[in-house]
Each structure stands twice: as structure tokens, then as C-alpha cells.
């Protein structure tokens, strides 16, 4: 067999090992079609109250983060804090403190969303914190039901013996202003997820006729 053939033999061969390779690797990994859409999962979160004992990984509560910092913010000053409770004791003061968050007792995790006084405008402006606070919060929940996580937004502020009492519990200083707090695990129910579509809170280009 000549130089040339022997060539073109194992140029064949490694093309076939590629193909093999490749089919192997596309069968291994999921496809993004096994993955919800962000829109499918904006559509299907809902409110999840009762829990597991199972702990949440480390690595799911980073995401939870990483994706509540990835939230818009006013002139980009991210004037949000976070957090991460895990202490039963702590758990529970919580839960006894908020008359809305009781579940934060049998949550084996928590999450305290907080705007950052130091960090938000001057002025006016000032309260823009509260908007970025809350879209942050969103992005959490959405990351949580996106990992297979439940988790439910209960507010505290601006209710001031709310707001008192957390940041006593939780040793906040006064520029750091508790907005919610999110008990998060793995879900021991499953809600109905609720129809939230109503044409007529839309309107277009202005509020009723002439």
C-alpha cells in the first residue's frame, strides 16, 4: 500500500471517530430543548410555602445570587445586600417576627433582601432602591423555580416595626433596610399555577378614548 493510501485510510479513520464522538456527545447532553425557556418558567413560578428538609446546595444558592446581582439597577449602583440564613434559630425569629412568613420556620434556607442606603442615588432619586431591590428579588425566585427550588416573596418594608425587627435579628446596621424575605427549599407541594393574563389591565398608546 503506497504513502498516499495509507493517508487517505487514516484520514478516514479519525473522520469516523469524530462522528462517533460527536453522536456520543450530543446523546450524553441534554438538549435545549429539555430545558425549560425563560418564558416557561415565567409562566409556571408560583408561591411555594411547605418545604423539604433536603439542605440547598451551595452551588444552587450562588446561582440564586449571581442571578439576583444580574438585575437591573438605576444608573447601575446595585444598592442591594444579601442575607443567607440557614440557622434554624435564626429561622424561626424570623418567622415568629413576620406575621406573613411563618414558613420561614421549617425552611431549611432563607434569603433577606436588603437595599444598601450607602449605595442608592441622592435626591429624588433616592427611593429608585426599592424598584432594584425588587428586581433583583425577581430574578431570585425565577432562578429558584428554575432550579427546581420553591421559594415565596414576603414583604416587610416599608412597615417600620417589620423593618426593626429584622435588622435587630438579623445585627443590620440603619443603612441597611430589610425590603423581604424569601424562604426557599425544595418544594413539599405543588400549587396551581394561576391564569395571571387579563387584556384588560392593557391599554395602548393611551388610557382609554377621547
Same mark, same amino acid.
Given at each position: 500500500?503506497n504513502?498516499?493510501k495509507?493517508?487517505?485510510?487514516?484520514?478516514?479513520i479519525?473522520?469516523?471517530?469524530l462522528?462517533?464522538k460527536i453522536?456520543?456527545?450530543t446523546?450524553?447532553?441534554?438538549?435545549?430543548?429539555?430545558?425549560?425557556?425563560?418564558?416557561?418558567?415565567?409562566?409556571?413560578?408560583t408561591?411555594?410555602?411547605?418545604?423539604?428538609?433536603?439542605?440547598?446546595?451551595?452551588?444552587?444558592v450562588?446561582?440564586?445570587?449571581?442571578a439576583?446581582?444580574?438585575?437591573?439597577?438605576?444608573?447601575n449602583?446595585q444598592p442591594?445586600?444579601?442575607?443567607?440564613?440557614?440557622?434554624?434559630?435564626?429561622?424561626?425569629?424570623?418567622?415568629?417576627?413576620?406575621?406573613?412568613?411563618?414558613?420561614? +420556620?421549617?425552611?431549611?434556607?432563607?434569603?433577606?433582601?436588603?437595599?444598601d442606603l450607602?449605595? +442608592?442615588?441622592?435626591?429624588?432619586?433616592a427611593?429608585?432602591?426599592i424598584?432594584?431591590?425588587?428586581?433583583?428579588?425577581?430574578?431570585?425566585?425565577?432562578?429558584?423555580?428554575?432550579?427546581?427550588?420553591g +421559594?415565596?416573596?414576603t414583604?416587610?418594608?416599608?412597615?417600620p416595626?417589620?423593618?426593626?425587627s429584622?435588622?435587630?435579628i438579623?445585627?443590620?446596621?440603619?443603612?441597611?433596610?430589610?425590603l423581604?424575605?424569601?424562604?426557599?427549599?425544595y418544594?413539599?407541594e405543588?400549587?396551581?399555577?394561576?391564569d395571571?393574563?387579563?387584556?384588560?389591565?392593557?391599554?395602548?398608546?393611551y388610557?382609554?378614548?377621547?
Open positions: 500500500m504513502t498516499s495509507v493517508l487517505n485510510l487514516l484520514l478516514a479519525v473522520l469516523v471517530i462522528c462517533i453522536a456520543f456527545d446523546n450524553e447532553s441534554p438538549s435545549s430543548s429539555d430545558s425549560p425557556s425563560i418564558l416557561d418558567v415565567i409562566a409556571t413560578r408561591s411555594v410555602r411547605a418545604y423539604q428538609q433536603q439542605a440547598v446546595e451551595e452551588e444552587k450562588e446561582r440564586l445570587l449571581r439576583a446581582m444580574a438585575a437591573p439597577s438605576a444608573v449602583k442591594w445586600a444579601f442575607i443567607v440564613v440557614r440557622e434554624k434559630e435564626t429561622l424561626e425569629k424570623l418567622a415568629a417576627t413576620l406575621p406573613y412568613a411563618k414558613m420561614t +420556620a421549617e425552611a431549611p434556607l432563607a434569603i433577606v433582601v436588603c437595599g450607602t449605595k +442608592a442615588l441622592e435626591g429624588e432619586a427611593d429608585y432602591w424598584q432594584d431591590a425588587s428586581a433583583a428579588t425577581e430574578n431570585l425566585l425565577l432562578a429558584a423555580h428554575g432550579l427546581g427550588l +421559594a415565596v416573596w414583604g416587610l418594608y416599608p412597615i416595626d417589620r423593618v426593626e429584622v435588622q435587630q438579623l445585627r443590620l446596621p440603619q443603612y441597611i433596610v430589610p423581604n424575605v424569601i424562604p426557599i427549599g418544594p413539599a405543588t400549587p396551581a399555577i394561576k395571571k393574563w387579563k387584556p384588560g389591565n392593557i391599554h395602548y398608546e388610557w382609554g378614548e377621547d
